[in-house]
């Protein structure tokens, strides 16, 4: 993300001395993208960034998938996933992976308890806060996460999610293999969101200052990549990561709120790449928001029938009403997953019913995926087998 920002106290030239009040020096670490060539920020600590004590396996929340066959369109619904004793769960030890590839992986929690310190070394994640508020920590300074914010954590950023409120603080977790950003074509050649872009750099809000914290032989959970996929370590350092006393930079966690998308329409349907919101490798990220729908005299709101022929397309159902899928068990906090090879689209009857309507009420995040998506855990605990049959009305021995 190319938009410069600064915090703290930083010298005024880059990699030169940069004293504590008590003579010593700072210990400057660059923190950036593609191997010096891509966005990067500066951070100046206390204690030194390399340094560790300790270095144990951590085994990760289970993070098997398998293949969709017989390949057919799923209704997971993540409600059910979220614990009864939720107070006691956290948001990253306690996420369940719902489905996955070998570019993007999507969990679920609901959570109520302090997450320990972790830190992605895998890619950057994107976590939609579908309700409940939380502070999140990070070697950058604190984010404050409110329903309908989107988080983004870029790869390998120290940070702990802190619930704040009576209810569970429930995230939609898009863990990405690469980075995540906005599309390209919102963007300048210098990197400014354009004005045909649904939103602008005041949405965007990032930490307003440091958050400086002392500690030592202090643990960090890294998740990071091994021979054979996604594996963990726990680390301990002896100073606590969080003791940035500045930085600057076009590399930091954000938040941008749903609410602030401005929704582009037009006489006619319109596709789903206007409602892109986010890029990452080999998948995009869209978000369908409260909205005027198709103004021509004779126009279908609802989307037409449409086969995915390079992606499958997984849609988070997080409020309103989706009026395609009235009829089909879906709703709030419904999952579904419709895979390249089917054809998918309204249910019977949602095309009637659109007709003459000017306005939709609904609030859903989707992830297109360019590689299959498999089934995680939670996925398989999740799902409603009644789904895929619910366009003819009937199912197998029927």
């Given at each position: 993300?190319?938009?410069?920002?600064?915090?703290?106290?930083?010298?005024?030239?880059?990699?030169?001395?940069?004293?504590?009040?008590?003579?010593?020096?700072?210990?400057?670490?660059?923190?950036?993208?593609?191997?010096?060539?891509?966005?990067?920020?500066?951070?100046?600590?206390?204690?030194?960034?390399?340094?560790?004590?300790?270095?144990?396996?951590?085994?990760?929340?289970?993070?098997?998938?398998?293949?969709?066959?017989?390949?057919?369109?799923?209704?997971l619904q993540l409600h059910r996933l979220a614990s009864e004793d939720w107070k006691a769960v956290d948001a990253v030890?306690?996420?369940?992976?719902?489905?996955?590839?070998?570019?993007?992986?999507?969990?679920?929690?609901?959570?109520?308890?302090?997450?320990?310190?972790?830190?992605?070394?895998?890619?950057?994640?994107?976590?939609?806060?579908?309700?409940?508020?939380?502070?999140?920590?990070?070697?950058?300074?604190?984010?404050?996460?409110?329903?309908?914010?989107?988080?983004?954590?870029?790869?390998?950023?120290?940070?702990?999610?802190?619930?704040?409120?009576?209810?569970?603080?429930?995230?939609?977790?898009?863990?990405?293999?690469?980075?995540?950003?906005?599309?390209?074509?919102?963007?300048?050649?210098?990197?400014?969101?354009?004005?045909?872009?649904?939103?602008?750099?005041?949405?965007?809000?990032?930490?307003?200052?440091?958050?400086?914290?002392?500690?030592?032989?202090?643990?960090?959970?890294?998740?990071?990549?091994?021979?054979?996929?996604?594996?963990?370590?726990?680390?301990?350092?002896?100073?606590?990561?969080?003791?940035?006393?500045?930085?600057?930079?076009?590399?930091?966690?954000?938040?941008?709120?749903?609410?602030?998308?401005?929704?582009?329409?037009?006489?006619?349907?319109?596709?789903?790449?206007?409602?892109?919101?986010?890029?990452?490798?080999?998948?995009?990220?869209?978000?369908?928001?409260?909205?005027?729908?198709?103004?021509?005299?004779?126009?279908?709101?609802?989307?037409?029938?449409?086969?995915?022929?390079?992606?499958?397309?997984?849609?988070?159902?997080?409020?309103?009403?989706?009026?395609?899928?009235?009829?089909?068990?879906?709703?709030?906090?419904?999952?579904?997953?419709?895979?390249?090879?089917?054809?998918?689209?309204?249910?019977?009857?949602?095309?009637?019913?659109?007709?003459?309507?000017?306005?939709?009420?609904?609030?859903?995040v989707m992830v297109d995926t360019f590689r299959p998506m498999e089934l995680g855990e939670g996925g398989i605990a999740?799902?409603?087998?009644?789904?895929?049959?619910?366009?003819?009305?009937?199912?197998?021995?029927?």
């Amino acid at each position: 993300m190319a938009f410069y920002r600064r915090l703290g106290d930083v010298p005024p030239k880059r990699h030169t001395q940069h004293r504590t009040a008590a003579g010593g020096l700072h210990h400057e670490e660059l923190m950036g993208e593609e191997g010096f060539s891509s966005d990067s920020s500066l951070l100046y600590h206390s204690g030194v960034p390399s340094a560790i004590v300790d270095a144990t396996a951590w085994e990760l929340p289970d993070q098997s998938t398998r293949e969709n066959r017989p390949l057919v369109p799923r209704h997971l619904q993540l409600h059910r996933l979220a614990s009864e004793d939720w107070k006691a769960v956290d948001a990253v030890t306690g996420r369940r992976l719902v489905l996955g590839n070998g570019d993007v992986r999507i969990s679920y929690v609901a959570a109520g308890e302090s997450s320990p310190l972790y830190r992605n070394a895998v890619g950057d994640e994107c976590v939609y806060v579908e309700s409940g508020t939380a502070t999140v920590e990070t070697v950058f300074g604190v984010l404050n996460a409110v329903q309908g914010d989107y988080v983004l954590l870029p790869r390998a950023t120290t940070h702990r999610w802190v619930p704040t409120g009576s209810e569970p603080v429930r995230l939609y977790v898009i863990e990405a293999n690469s980075h995540i950003a906005p599309p390209k074509r919102y963007l300048s050649r210098y990197g400014q969101l354009l004005e045909h872009a649904p939103y602008c750099e005041r949405d965007l809000h990032g930490p307003t200052e440091p958050l400086v914290v002392e500690g030592t032989d202090v643990e960090v959970l890294v998740k990071h990549r091994g021979s054979r996929g996604v594996v963990g370590t726990r680390y301990v350092v002896p100073t606590h990561p969080f003791d940035v006393v500045g930085w600057d930079g076009c590399l930091y966690p954000y938040t941008f709120n749903i609410a602030d998308f401005e929704p582009i329409t037009g006489r006619v349907h319109q596709p789903p790449p206007v409602h892109q919101v986010f890029e990452g490798q080999n998948f995009v990220i869209c978000n369908f928001v409260p909205r005027k729908v198709d103004y021509h005299p004779l126009a279908v709101p609802v989307p037409y029938y449409h086969a995915n022929v390079d992606s499958d397309e997984v849609m988070f159902y997080c409020g309103g009403s989706y009026e395609a899928r009235k009829g089909s068990g879906i709703g709030q906090g419904s999952v579904s997953l419709h895979p390249g090879g089917h054809s998918h689209g309204p249910q019977p009857g949602a095309i009637e019913r659109s007709l003459g309507v000017e306005f939709f009420d609904e609030l859903a995040v989707m992830v297109d995926t360019f590689r299959p998506m498999e089934l995680g855990e939670g996925g398989i605990a999740a799902e409603d087998d009644a789904y895929a049959w619910t366009w003819a009305g009937r199912g197998p021995g029927s």
